[in-house]
């Protein structure tokens, strides 16, 4: 399974995390490229339907990454974002989806070097995981 | 503090009492209306009905084994706005819990709203009751009671209750004004009226009931009846479980599932008032389909069945009451009422919740704490 590349897709908010992978990239940091990132106004608005599509159509892994609480542009998109992230981990881990394969994760507009280093953790988890099977079988 | 009254001797079994009683609320009460259950003249059902006139009241019958629909729905579309005048609703417990979850989700108000439940030791199916009611429904009722009482997985029939109602643990009203009933009780003779709040205290004061003690054969039969609803529902939970512990053994569970949405519908807390999957957003380009197609080869139609029933438990597990009607509904058989309960027990204990049991605790998703769930966001490295 070495030549496994997971595929990431990742939700991100405008404001915070999305700013802080383009620094990432502004600064030169050196990452690796399996997150497919989906920008979002705040991570508030990522529909639970989003992560459950994603998975379903193959994805090894979901990151919802948004402002450190206090520091969201909505005042508290993130905080509802974090329940609603709750119960999906729930749902799914009842049919043995992974609960690593949804991520969660705060990163400030500043973060560049946090981000980078987030990515390449969770490249790294995703692929001890393996791929997600659904990327071969027929899902009804 | 409750009040217990017992109806006249011009009465003779439960079901008539209970009509009498409901007669009083319209006639002396200040009821201007009742919605309750009754069999319908032109078809052998029961159906909620809304009624106004105290002559109306022959075929009523709020303890029929039947649950054609949960009347929470009815309920949620008469109180959508504030009710002018008094109106009091004739609900099952897994009836008023749901239309709990409908109140505070703005879809239903309890102002000038008298709820009374009944106590309930189950129901069939849609498709069974008919058999079970024969041509003398009124008469099916009370001999239904006398083998129910003997506990939740009794035949009548050869009919098996409804699964939902088998793994019941709520066969007492919760948040109900008055409570009829019916538990260890002889339905031969009058049902008991108990009031839960001021509100129901003061209806019974108004139409001079008085009070008596509950049957004393109660607390005994409630008990049993608790002990095998919750050995039944422990069983369902291990096996729906263990049926779908994964997503491929999920697949096998909905395969025959035709996306006709009757889950949803039949369902009184999927509370979006018009649903995604038939909007647009579902309505795919014929080319998409093509393409989803040639990814591998082969494409499953209509697609999104999986992802239509994960979707909705993410919308209404949390509020799932059990009430089974999504399993009513299926016509195609799958045990989804298992699964949503399964799932919803589940959900609900990770935030700590019970859909349906206070009237004043947040639906999760509509609220949230600063510091909370850390392990949600905690970093792995």
């Not at chain 1, 508290?76 to 991520?103: M, P, Q, S, T, W």
């Amino acid at each position: 399974m070495n030549d496994f590349e997971p595929v990431i897709i990742a939700f991100v908010c405008n404001w915070c995390t999305y700013t802080a992978a383009d620094l990432a990239g502004t600064s030169r940091l050196m990452q690796p490229s399996n997150v497919r990132m989906i920008r979002m106004m705040c991570t508030g608005m990522v529909d639970p339907k989003y992560v459950i599509k994603a998975l379903l159509e193959g994805a090894d892994a979901v990151l919802i990454s948004g402002c450190h609480p206090g520091d969201c542009h909505y005042i508290n998109g993130n905080l509802k974002a974090r329940r609603r992230v709750k119960l999906l981990k729930a749902i799914l881990k009842r049919f043995a989806v992974d609960e690593h394969r949804i991520k969660m994760t705060w990163i400030g507009a500043s973060e560049g070097i946090d981000f980078a280093a987030i990515v390449t953790g969770m490249v790294k988890e995703v692929k001890a995981l393996g791929p997600n099977m659904l990327r071969r079988t027929m899902v009804i | 503090m409750s009040m217990t009254a017992e109806s006249t001797i011009r009465e003779n079994n439960a079901i008539t009492s209970a009509q009498l009683l409901f007669r009083d609320m319209l006639l002396e009460g200040g009821i201007t209306a009742l919605l309750v259950a009754q069999h319908l003249p032109m078809k052998n059902t029961v159906m909620p009905t809304l009624i106004t006139d105290p002559d109306e009241l022959r075929a009523v019958d709020p303890f029929a084994p039947c649950y054609s629909m949960n009347t929470a729905k009815v309920v949620s579309k008469l109180t959508r706005k504030s009710l002018e005048s008094p109106i009091a609703v004739v609900l099952r417990p897994c009836e008023i819990r749901a239309f709990v979850e409908l109140v505070k989700l703005k879809q239903g108000c309890m102002d000038n709203l008298l709820v009374v439940g009944t106590e309930c030791l189950g129901a069939y199916g849609n498709r069974d009751y008919p058999i079970f009611a024969g041509s003398e429904p009124m008469a099916a009722t009370l001999r239904f009671y006398e083998k129910a009482q003997g506990g939740t997985t009794a035949t009548v029939n050869g009919l098996e209750m409804a699964p939902a109602c088998k793994a019941c643990e709520h066969p007492v009203p919760e948040n109900a004004d008055l409570v009829i009933g019916v538990i260890g009780a002889d339905m031969n003779g009058p049902a008991s009226v108990t009031a839960k709040t001021e509100k129901g205290k003061a209806l019974l004061e108004k139409i001079g009931r008085e009070q008596s003690a509950q049957s004393s054969g109660r607390e005994a039969a409630l008990a049993k009846l608790m002990e095998e609803r919750i050995a039944y529902r422990d069983k369902m939970f291990a096996e729906t479980v263990e049926a779908t512990s994964d997503l491929e053994k999920l697949m096998s569970y909905l395969g025959n599932c035709i996306n006709c949405y009757n889950c949803r519908v039949a369902c009184p807390v999927c509370y979006c008032r018009e649903c995604v999957f038939t909007t647009d957003v579902f309505d795919h380009d014929p080319a998409q389909y093509l393409r989803w197609a040639k990814k591998k080869g082969v494409l499953k139609m209509p697609t999104d069945t999986v992802f239509y029933h994960i979707t909705r438990m993410a919308h209404m597990s949390l509020a799932c009451v059990g009430c089974g009607q999504c399993s009513n509904a299926c016509p195609n058989g799958i045990h989804v009422m298992e699964l949503f309960r399964t799932v919803a027990d589940e959900t609900q204990r990770e935030f700590g919740y019970e859909a349906g049991r206070s009237i004043s605790e947040d639906p999760p998703l509509s609220t949230f704490k600063e510091n909370e769930f850390p392990e949600v966001t905690a970093r792995t490295h």
